[in-house]
């Protein structure tokens, strides 16, 4: 019995041997990839900013400015290749007095590569409604799963171009520890207008009439990511927003603010990638350690009952003389030793006379007759 047990042991053991490569090779590629169907709000919050009321068509300063952005993902955006996300995103930028009055909305769709968060153009990626745009890089996403110390090319929505995202450090966040990157957008031209502004707006003489302009933008962006799962998890983006003559001599900033991940939501993006990161390990760490711990147990013990002797077998019980087998007989004490016989006496060589029976014995023997023969 115990050899049979042993064989299937052994089947066991190399069968969580064979399971613990498969699920760190194979399945983890299946399971590290980012979502399709991600839902995602998060609040910045920058204060002491300023901007110019077009409604009031006038400059507020020392106000509070509020960005709230919505990530969705489009899960038919894709048309059936799974191996795309399709996300969209959108950013309303207002005061935190007027909340029904943005200062600036923006939105953009991307299509990235669910494994290595790299940008791809199809799936009617757009940025403010503008599909001509090409994208590079990556975008919301750091590599999945596999963010190091180096630089990584950034796809900035707002100037339409890629530019360099630079390690710069190791910090914690709410107890998790990050990477920090710093992303610098220079002054860029992101749009002509067909407006005119008067001169005094712009800083030029009264004489110097209304001026044609065009809208530029410069950012100095900061994001904390978390290294496991290549989610970030805070972002500070200093922004400036301006219009400008084409010469440059007369210019006019329409918003600067210093938005920051407001705590709450930093709190909820650190849980959001422990989450995820506990997911990762699972598939990469810990279940292949625990197949192969148990594979090279059950190896051991199925081959030590596999190679352990045979037990004889156990022997026919006698037949009695019945016809039955076994003896019934209930064991007893053992049965002391016989003693040793004594010797024969030696016959004495002198002849004994011969005694006769008394006279009464002999009376009753003839009365009685002979005895019957049997």
Same mark, same amino acid.
Request: hydrophobic content about 45%; cysteine-free.
């Given at each position: 019995m115990r050899r049979p047990v042993g064989l299937v042991l052994i089947g066991l053991g190399a069968f969580f041997l064979t399971l613990a490569p498969l699920v760190r090779f194979y399945v983890a590629d299946q399971v590290v990839v980012a979502p399709l169907n991600r839902y995602q709000v998060t609040s910045l919050e920058s204060k002491d900013s300023t901007y110019f009321d077009e409604a009031e068509r006038k400059f507020k300063s020392g106000v509070t400015l509020l960005a709230r952005n919505t990530v969705r993902g489009d899960v038919r955006a894709n048309e059936g290749n799974d191996k795309i996300a399709v996300w969209d995103s959108t950013t309303n930028i207002y005061n935190q007095d007027k909340p029904d009055k943005p200062v600036q909305m923006q939105g953009f769709r991307i299509a990235f590569d669910r494994r290595t968060g790299a940008l791809t153009n199809c799936c009617g990626t757009n940025v403010d409604g503008d599909n001509g745009v090409r994208m590079s890089g990556y975008g919301l996403l750091f590599p999945v799963a596999n963010v190091h110390k180096r630089d990584y090319p950034f796809f900035d929505m707002t100037t339409k171009q890629t530019a360099p995202m630079q390690f710069n450090a190791v910090e914690k966040v709410h107890g998790l520890t990050t990477y920090r990157f710093t992303q610098t957008i220079p002054l860029t031209?992101?749009?002509?207008?067909?407006?005119?502004?008067?001169?005094? $707006?712009?800083?030029?003489?009264d004489d110097a009439g209304d001026q044609k302009v065009d809208r530029y933008a410069e950012a100095y962006n900061t *994001?904390?990511?978390?290294?496991?799962?290549? %989610?970030?998890?805070?972002? !500070?983006?200093? &922004?400036?927003?301006?219009?400008?003559?084409?010469?440059?001599?007369?210019? $006019? &900033?329409?918003?600067?603010?210093?938005? %920051?991940?407001?705590?709450?939501?930093?709190?909820?993006? *650190?849980?959001?990638?422990?989450?995820?990161?506990?997911? %990762?390990? $699972?598939?990469?760490? /810990? %279940?292949?350690?625990?197949?192969?711990?148990?594979?090279?147990?059950?190896?051991?013990?199925?081959? /030590?009952?596999?190679?352990? !002797?045979?037990?004889?077998?156990?022997?026919?019980?006698?037949? !009695?003389?019945?016809?039955?087998?076994?003896d019934m007989t209930p064991p007893g004490p053992p049965k002391p030793p016989a003693p040793p016989a004594a010797p024969a006496a030696q016959a004495d060589p002198t002849p004994q006379p011969r005694r006769t029976p008394p006279t009464s014995q002999r009376r009753q023997r003839k009365a009685a007759g002979p005895a019957k023969r049997r």
């Open positions: 031209k992101t749009a002509a207008l067909d407006a005119k502004l008067p001169p005094k $707006m712009l800083g030029l003489p *994001v904390w990511v978390d290294p496991r799962t290549g %989610i970030p998890v805070k972002h !500070r983006q200093n &922004i400036r927003s301006s219009v400008r003559t084409a010469d440059g001599k007369g210019s $006019m &900033i329409v918003a600067q603010a210093d938005l %920051i991940t407001v705590d709450k939501d930093q709190k909820a993006l *650190v849980d959001m990638a422990n989450g995820e990161a506990l997911k %990762i390990d $699972m598939v990469r760490s /810990y %279940i292949p350690a625990a197949g192969v711990l148990l594979g090279l147990v059950l190896l051991f013990v199925g081959g /030590y009952l596999g190679m352990a !002797r045979r037990e004889p077998p156990p022997l026919a019980a006698p037949r !009695r003389p019945d016809g039955k087998f076994g």
